[in-house]
């Protein structure tokens, strides 16, 4: 039983000897993330540590006669995937989902088409936006896309569901259990919501359009819901 000097920095404790030592691991795998079994036994953790959260990875080599652990701090590569993996799925405009992000959770959703059950998008479009750009530049439109947004994260029902911001001025918000009638009924709050909220004095003004999926009008696809709801969201713009 040997241990190298690091293993105290990073289990946040020092095993006194072999027993301590195995109740110190048994205790870390209830913070096990990821367990993969090639070339050995490849183990990843989340800890809380004064410093904040770390995650630290654990390789196992094992024969006949000894187990050899090596123990890595990979806080910063994880920290660096993660932000990666944000800016590639949000907008950084406005932080809400992207359009990659939206057609990925339309391919995760449709991979059991089966249990997808009661399912609704709202198709969303900003009146305005070049108006606003045009008359008063365009932070004051990036301040008009921002002010929708947090009104889609703020306000019921929206705020219920999962929104994306898939072009210059349109927004999708996907629910799930949710009916298109009581979706309705609650938008117009909505909307009258967006008339009160100002950027430069001028409302936030939109059109929608709401949409149920139905499999036998959308034939599987959740994309055809969406062109419904597109559909009856021009309906309402003119």
């Known amino acids: 039983f040997y241990l190298t000097g690091?293993?105290?920095?990073?289990?946040?404790?020092?095993?006194?000897?072999?027993?301590?030592?195995?109740?110190?691991?048994?205790?870390?795998?209830?913070?096990?993330?990821?367990?993969?079994?090639?070339?050995?036994?490849?183990?990843?953790?989340?800890?809380?540590?004064?410093?904040?959260?770390?995650?630290?990875?654990?390789?196992l080599l094992e024969d006949e006669e000894k187990i050899i652990g090596t123990l890595s701090d990979i806080t910063q590569e994880i920290q660096e995937k993660r932000k990666i993996e944000y800016e590639r799925d949000h907008d950084l405009m406005t932080s809400l989902l992207n359009r990659r992000a939206f057609y990925n959770w339309l391919g995760q959703l449709f991979q059991c088409p089966e249990k997808l059950g009661v399912a609704a998008l709202i198709m969303?479009?900003?009146?305005?936006?070049?108006?606003?750009?045009?008359?008063?530049?365009?932070?004051?439109?990036?301040?008009?896309?921002?002010?929708?947004?947090?009104?889609?994260m703020r306000e019921e029902p929206v705020r219920r569901g999962l929104s994306f911001r898939i072009g210059g001025d349109e927004f999708v918000t996907l629910f799930e259990g949710e009916e298109e009638e009581t979706l309705l009924r609650e938008l117009e709050v909505f909307h009258m919501a967006g008339a009160q909220a100002e950027v430069n004095g001028e409302p936030v003004t939109f059109a929608y359009g709401v949409a149920s999926y139905d499999p036998a009008l959308d034939k599987g696809s959740l994309h055809n819901t969406l062109s419904r709801a597109d559909a009856l969201m021009y309906r309402f713009k003119k």
Not at 128 to 148: E, F, P, S, V, W
Request: charged share 35%.
């Open 6 to 59: 690091d293993v105290q920095r990073l289990l946040g404790s020092e095993p006194a000897d072999l027993e301590n030592f195995r109740r110190v691991m048994e205790d870390l795998e209830n913070h096990c993330l990821e367990s993969v079994q090639e070339q050995g036994d490849l183990r990843i953790y989340s800890l809380e540590r004064e410093d904040g959260r770390r995650w630290i990875r654990l390789k």
């Open 124 to 152: 969303l479009d900003l009146d305005n936006l070049k108006y606003i750009n045009d008359t008063y530049g365009h932070a004051a439109g990036d301040a008009y896309l921002r002010r929708m947004a947090h009104l889609l």
